[in-house]
């Protein structure tokens, strides 16, 4: 279920198929293999990396983001907010709403606020529906979320503890939902861990490539 799926640290993860996709590319080795797409979730630093776009992009790359993201760019890349679904080199992608409901900055302020338009992304390759919950809270929207492959953050601080994740994954529907947003910024292996054992989907904790 996972093949051609790997964990590049934090949020990252690159996608090979009939298309390389990449989703928020940060702290990439050199050498890697070029873009057909690359999809960023929000503008934080720790998912947008204009140094890493450059690099994995090539004549025909299209970068895909939310306004936050794309009125930082240059060329022709594609703007999506949360609701927005648009066809990408065949590759359809729609965006989800990524939002926090109780992670706060000491000034009382959400670390993603839903007004700020951040996204997840759910792509359709090769016949595989795969979810990038980006940086989130267990939302309402998740409810609606129905795909073969899930990637849901579980290391807290920013986005949701895995005890949050667990929850999540009581109303989502996915054949297989990996853990990710640890090991880096925030979160151990242990949360990723604690998620395993407790969610009702299969889980598959991907070891990290770089």
């Keep these: 279920m996972v093949d051609g799926i790997e964990w590049l640290g934090h949020d990252s993860f690159r ?3 009939s298309k390389t996709i990449y989703i928020d590319p940060w702290k990439l080795r050199p050498g890697q293999p070029k873009a057909d ?17 450059e690099a994995l992009s090539g004549p025909g790359t299209v970068v895909v983001g939310p ?14 907010s949360p609701g ?23 000034d009382g302020s959400f670390f993603h ?26 939302i309402p929207e998740l409810s609606e979320i129905d795909v073969d492959v899930a990637l849901i953050p579980v ?9 949050e994740a667990v929850q999540a994954c009581e109303v989502l529907t996915a054949g297989v939902v990996v853990p990710m947003h ?8 242990a949360d990723a861990e604690e998620f395993r054992r407790r969610c009702r989907h299969p889980v598959e904790v991907l070891q990290l490539t770089r």
Aim: cysteine-free; glycine content about 12%.
């Design 182 to 189: 640890y090991g880096d910024v925030a979160g151990t292996p």
């Design 113 to 138: 606020p839903p007004e700020a338009g951040y996204v997840g992304y759910v792509i359709t390759l090769d016949g595989r529906r795969i979810y990038h919950a980006g940086d989130t809270d267990n």
């Design 155 to 163: 290391s807290g601080t920013y986005v949701m503890t895995a005890d």
């Design 15 to 17: 996608i090979t198929g």
């Design 37 to 53: 797409i690359i999809l960023v979730t929000h503008d934080h630093h720790d998912h947008f990396d204009k140094k890493d776009i």
């Design 67 to 80: 306004p936050a993201v794309t009125s930082q760019l240059g060329g022709s890349p594609v703007t999506m």
């Design 84 to 106: 927005d679904s648009t066809e990408v080199q065949g590759v359809p992608i729609s965006a989800v709403p990524a939002y926090n409901t109780t992670k706060r900055k000491a």
